[in-house]
């Protein structure tokens, strides 16, 4: 039943095609921007959740 309501749909090959091009582009701009951020930092962000001096949240 599936098949034939597709089949009817014209240009329905293209939908793959740009979810396929989202997909690709939204990694390669992830991989971009992470080879890219500056050590510093990576260095400042990996250390947040250790530092009891910079909280925002209030202990109860």
Same mark, same amino acid.
């Given at each position: 039943?599936?098949?034939?309501?597709? +089949?009817?749909?014209?240009?329905?090959?293209?939908? #793959?095609?740009?979810?396929?091009?989202?997909?690709?582009?939204?990694?390669?701009?992830?991989?971009?921007?992470?080879? +890219?951020? #500056?050590?510093?930092?990576?260095?400042?962000?990996?250390?947040? #959740?250790?530092?009891?001096?910079?909280?925002?949240?209030?202990?109860?």
């Amino acid at each position: 039943m599936y098949k034939e309501i597709l +089949r009817s749909i014209e240009n329905i090959e293209i939908y #793959p095609i740009i979810s396929l091009i989202i997909f690709l582009s939204f990694f390669v701009c992830m991989f971009i921007w992470v080879v +890219r951020t #500056p050590k510093d930092h990576i260095k400042h962000m990996e250390s947040l #959740p250790f530092d009891d001096q910079d909280s925002t949240i209030k202990q109860l």
